[in-house]
């Protein structure tokens, strides 16, 4: 499902793009949400399916639309939650400081400061809880 939900992004122009864009992280936030909720990281233990949903979110990370940099980032810190592997964490955090480093326009570095905020956010929760 998440393989399709890029393919449809990919095919999808305009406003009709970030629509479909809004409705998909919507659905993957409430998956991972329920699956946090839950704890059943065994949904998420498919290496395809970790890889897949980072690059579905990693994608929207430094798009235009600040929502959906929100939804992206606070889904990269929900995934990581679910995963809950410290070697993923350290990866993402890592791509993120990059990216940051590389970008100087503000636009496009708004959403990967809020994916190391949720990181922190989850990431936290998941040692005191």
Excluded: W
């Excluded at 659905?27 to 065994?42: D, G, M, P």
């Excluded at 939650?81 to 590389?102: N, P, S, W, Y």
């Amino acid at each position: 499902m998440l393989q399709h939900s890029i393919d449809m992004i990919k095919q999808s122009k305009d406003v009709r793009q970030e629509a479909v864009q809004v409705n998909i992280f919507t659905a993957v936030l409430t998956a991972l949400k329920t699956l946090a909720e839950t704890k059943q990281s065994s949904s998420t233990d498919d290496k395809n399916v970790k890889t897949t949903a980072c690059t579905l979110v990693m994608q929207t990370l430094s798009h235009q639309n600040p929502m959906l940099c929100c939804a992206a980032g606070e889904a990269l810190g929900r995934l990581t939650q679910v995963v809950g592997d410290g070697h993923i964490v350290a990866d993402i955090t890592q791509m993120c400081f990059d990216r940051l480093k590389e970008f100087h326009d503000v636009s496009f570095r708004t959403g990967y400061s809020l994916a190391l905020e949720c990181l922190h956010h989850y990431i936290d929760g998941m040692s005191t809880g």
